[in-house]
């Protein structure tokens, strides 16, 4: 069972930036898609982005144009880049997997551990 570990979540001020990796335990980039996901305090996880094995993005409109999901074959890597955040940022962040294309739907098999990311006015 592929198995994640997140980091790069911390505390940042708005219009800051944050980069949030995920090192899966093996290779995922030709058979899995993955996502990011997050989840505020006291409310629902939601998706955030996220890309298939064939390289194609999906985007939650509230990060478009801010946020960028990207891989890293070599390293088993996962990533997403954080621009221009806001305090509504502020939550959870979790990576996932799944053979399955899920787009943004938290119906992924696999899930990392999560790491949180704070965004103070």
């Known amino acids: 069972e592929v198995q994640f570990v997140e980091s790069g979540g911390g505390s940042v001020q708005a219009g800051g930036s944050l980069r949030l990796s995920c090192e899966a335990s093996?290779?995922?980039?030709?058979?899995?898609?993955m996502g990011w996901f997050r989840q505020p305090a006291g409310r629902d996880r939601e998706g955030v982005a996220s890309i298939n094995s064939a390289g194609d993005t999906t985007y939650a409109d509230s990060v478009k144009g801010r946020f960028t999901i990207s891989k890293d074959s070599a390293k088993n890597t996962l990533y997403l880049q954080m621009n221009s955040l806001k305090p509504e940022d502020t939550a959870m962040y979790y990576c996932?997997?799944?053979?399955?294309?899920?787009?943004?739907?938290?119906?992924?098999?696999?899930w990392g551990q999560g790491t949180q990311v704070t965004v103070s006015s």
């Open positions: 093996e290779a995922t980039s030709d058979t899995y898609c």
């Open positions: 996932a997997a799944d053979r399955i294309d899920w787009l943004l739907w938290a119906r992924y098999n696999y």
